[in-house]
């Protein structure tokens, strides 16, 4: 069974681009969820998406948005982008809701710097 | 949402049992604990969760007090590969894993 795959690992931007980040889910798994890693705020969750929908959403401005396709697949875009946004981004998907009883399974990552 | 309080960091010598502690006094009646790990530069991985009872796989046994304020995740024989930062975090709160428990497993 193939694991969540984020695409692409690295990237590398300009100061003021914008940028897309796709998020290939397990097989089956209908929830999305993506969260950005710093170290200095560690992992913090900025939205979830399930069915197509967004279910929750954290604490970022409006130039983070994202979307999810019939297939599950996500798609996260930055626009505008700053230097404050170089971070790793995760992707985790889950069968339904992470939070009850199930277990969230996260991909590898895209890291993202900004120049 | 559930408020996490982890050690910082935490040593281990290999083979021996790592005992991680987590405080959630705040967590709600029905939240689960969850128990996450991220190796360096790696995504977080899923090690265990339970609601009232102990729970025990293959990686780990978890602990939580009757009271449900806190919880130790076991790793019966930690090696050298158990060197990871762990998250414990209530399954309410999906706004931040936090600083989580750096493990350092040494030979």
């Known amino acids: 069974k193939a694991g969540v795959t984020q695409t692409p690992r690295y990237l590398i931007k300009t100061r003021g681009q914008q940028v897309t980040l796709s998020c290939s889910p397990i097989s089956g798994h209908r929830s999305v969820s993506w969260y950005q890693q710093t170290p200095g705020q560690g992992l913090q969750f900025l939205f979830e998406y399930f069915s197509e929908t967004q279910r929750n959403k954290g604490n970022f401005p409006g130039r983070f948005s994202g979307r999810q396709f019939s297939n599950s697949r996500s798609e996260m875009n930055v626009s505008t982008l700053e230097l404050g946004d170089s971070a790793l981004y995760l992707c985790a998907s889950s069968s339904d809701d992470w939070r009850w009883n199930t277990e969230a399974f996260f991909g590898q990552g895209t890291r993202l710097t900004v120049v | 949402d559930a408020k996490t309080t982890q050690p910082t960091s935490m040593d281990c010598a290999e083979g021996r049992a790592a005992n991680l502690p987590c405080n959630h006094s705040t967590i709600s009646g029905n939240e689960y604990v969850y128990w996450y790990r991220q190796i360096h530069s790696q995504g977080p991985q899923y090690i265990i969760h339970?609601?009232?009872n102990n729970e025990t796989n293959e990686m780990a046994s978890l602990i939580i007090t009757e009271d449900r304020k806190s919880s130790t995740l076991i790793l019966p024989h930690a090696t050298l590969r158990d060197t990871a930062v762990y998250y414990c975090i209530g399954s309410y709160s999906t706004l931040t894993f936090g600083k989580g428990t750096m493990l350092l497993v040494s030979p």
């Open positions: 339970g609601l009232k």
